[in-house]
């Protein structure tokens, strides 16, 4: 089982950036391919972004052209830089090591 770490999360006033870490206690398994999730209260899980395991991103309409993420194969981490910030961004924030190894998650909270 890969233990999936989340980090960066904090308190930051709207037009702010953040950046999220997710690391693997397997560090190969990063180059399988991760995604980042949010969960605002009250809420279903949505989909936030992904890297491929090739290097190929994606990302939700609503984060397009604010949020960019990252890999560092060195490190074994992958970033989710968000800048641009909403209140409508607040939520807890996941990480997926493809296939299915979820983190804890880390929140964010956006303030107007």
């Known amino acids: 089982q890969v233990r999936v770490v989340e980090s960066g999360g904090g308190l930051v006033q709207a037009g702010g950036s953040l950046r999220l870490s997710c690391t693997a206690s397997?560090?190969?398994?990063?180059?399988?391919?991760v995604a980042w999730y949010r969960q605002a209260p009250g809420t279903q899980r949505e989909w936030v972004a992904n890297i491929l395991s090739e290097g190929s991103t994606h990302y939700a309409d609503s984060v397009k052209g604010r949020f960019t993420i990252s890999r560092d194969n060195a490190e074994a981490t992958v970033y989710l830089q968000m800048n641009s910030l909403k209140p409508e961004d607040t939520a807890v924030y996941y990480c997926l090591v493809l296939p299915s190894s979820w983190g804890q998650g880390t929140q964010v909270t956006v303030s107007s």
């Open positions: 397997i560090r190969s398994a990063i180059r399988n391919g």
